[in-house]
């Protein structure tokens, strides 16, 4: 009988990790999304929806955060803030959603806490999340931040204990907490991103991946993410110190390249950067430096960053929140301008702009991370998405290693073997059901009826309240599944400017 048992659980087991597998990788574009009332409002991310009716949000993926950080719309004033709304990719306002659910921190179902700012405060709360034509997860853990003088952050946590993964694999609407990226281009010819949680787009890799080791908290930099750079050249100049080399964060959420002061000051020398005359790593658009930025890691691995993605128009937020040129006589470097500003405060960082060149996959799960030659942002490219199913429900121990391949016309064993395996499961299922049964079944004509039992209140996924003890999320209800159903182009794919759905101006 215990055999018997052992075989039914191992059928159920081998069934829920299949349905996992079956599950599309949830593909979220990287895109200009509307997020004020108005319509003016327009910032460049990925697009999610928020309570209930949905507030709109365009947020950057950010490996720092473990949890889905938002600001609160009483930091831009009011909903017709459109300067303020748009710059900080959407706000939210809890009066408006009737499925916001405030938590208390250690109460809360989210995943570790991220760092806070001394002078912000945070609420935590659950609400629905809806995701761009594919599904809502109804519980979701968010933070609300609100800054007194401003300088609050939002994104979308693609960390090492990420909730927001953890939370579209237990929703039923991605496969795995695996992420392929890439961002796509801020060049003055721009080109939508896209983000694959469960897989990558094969379409837009140009070359081998190159697999990289996930670095633990004990690190030095505060990203999970990290690489050695052991060479860095501007137009056949070397940027680094002799055989000085640079730890850096891959770090999608940040544009530019973030160097460490020394490098940035070597830069501007070799490209004649005059900052008394032009501010921060600006030039004349007349004469701007000719040259590529060429980025080797320890491991050998290359990039090298194109001139006209390097240099573009000056640009930052119009009075809608747009990205947009705001000085068309200056021509400015993808690189952040820290030549005076100390060392130890800075992360040197590879950002957008190097990921624009290298497709990025993120392996938590195996503590590792992949990248590969990017193809090139001129070239389009209809997404193909490629899936990556790491089952949870059950570990089941691996194979005896199999013989050598046989010749091609002999007989596939390996498919008779697994009919009959799977054969003898369904048999042995088949007989244990019925003889639970009739077992059942004489236990009833045997004893009394018994009066039924009231149903217990429904319990919400957090049933433990140890507030020194921060869990993962446990339970996570999926609607709306609908998206799972279309093309893989068609889930991805969105106008740039579309009208934000049910966005409810608050009173």
């Not at 059950?394 to 050598?404: D, G």
Request: charged share 15%; aromatic share 8%.
């Amino acid at each position: 009988m215990r055999c018997i048992t052992a075989a039914l659980i191992c059928t159920y087991c081998i069934s829920q990790a299949q349905a996992q597998c079956d599950i599309p990788p949830l593909a979220l574009a990287w895109t200009n999304t509307t997020v004020t009332a108005d319509g003016l409002g327009v910032t460049r991310g990925v697009e999610m929806g928020i309570g209930t009716p949905n507030q709109i949000f365009a947020l950057r993926p950010y490996t720092a955060l473990n949890n889905t950080r938002v600001n609160n719309v009483a930091d831009c004033g009011s909903v017709s803030n459109d300067t303020c709304i748009g710059g900080q990719g959407g706000v939210f306002s809890s009066p408006a959603s009737s499925s916001y659910s405030v938590s208390i921190k250690g109460n809360w179902n989210g995943s570790e806490v991220d760092e806070e700012d001394s002078t912000g405060s945070y609420v935590y709360f659950n609400d629905k999340v809806s995701f761009l034509s594919a599904a809502s997860v109804y519980g979701f853990p968010v933070v609300m931040e609100s800054e007194p003088d401003g300088g609050s952050i939002s994104g979308l946590p693609i960390g090492s204990n990420s909730s927001f993964l953890l939370a579209a694999v237990k929703g039923g609407v991605a496969p795995s907490q695996v992420v392929g990226l890439w961002p796509g281009s801020r060049s003055l010819a721009p080109v939508d991103g896209l983000m694959v949680v469960g897989g990558y787009d094969s379409s837009r890799v140009a070359g081998n991946f190159t697999t990289f080791a996930v670095s633990d908290a004990s690190s030095r930099l505060p990203c999970p993410l990290q690489v050695n750079v052991t060479g860095l050249t501007f137009a056949g100049w070397s940027l680094l110190n002799g055989s000085d080399t640079m730890t850096a964060c891959v770090e999608p959420y940040k544009q530019k390249f973030v160097f460490t002061p020394a490098i940035a000051n070597s830069f501007a020398r070799f490209t004649g950067q005059n900052s008394t005359a032009i501010k921060g790593m600006g030039y004349n658009s007349t004469n701007p430096p000719l040259g590529e930025l060429v980025v080797t890691l320890s491991n050998g691995y290359t990039t090298t960053i194109s001139n006209s993605e390097l240099f573009a128009l000056r640009r930052g937020s119009d009075q809608y929140g747009r990205y947009a040129i705001t000085n068309a006589s200056v021509v400015e470097a993808g690189i952040s301008d820290n030549r005076d500003e100390d060392e130890s405060t800075q992360t040197p960082t590879l950002g957008g702009l190097f990921l624009t060149f290298n497709y990025l996959v993120i392996d938590y799960e195996n503590d590792e991370f992949r990248m590969a030659p990017a193809v090139a942002s001129s070239q389009d490219t209809e997404a193909s998405l490629e899936t990556f199913c790491t089952p949870t429900p059950t570990q089941l121990a691996p194979p005896p290693a199999s013989p050598a391949p046989a010749p091609r016309h002999s007989t596939n064993i390996g498919a008779i073997v697994g009919g009959v395996v799977g054969g003898v499961v369904v048999l042995i299922a088949a007989a244990v059901a019925l003889f639970l049964y009739r077992r059942q079944l004489r236990k009833r004509r045997q004893q009394p009826p018994i009066a039924e039992m009231a149903s217990p209140a429904a319990m919400s996924p957090r049933s433990m309240s140890d507030v020194y003890t921060l869990r993962s999320p446990t339970t996570w209800g999926s609607v709306d599944a609908s998206g799972a159903d279309k093309p893989q182009a068609a889930v991805h794919e969105m106008a740039a400017t579309g009208q934000p759905a049910e966005m409810e101006v608050p009173r």
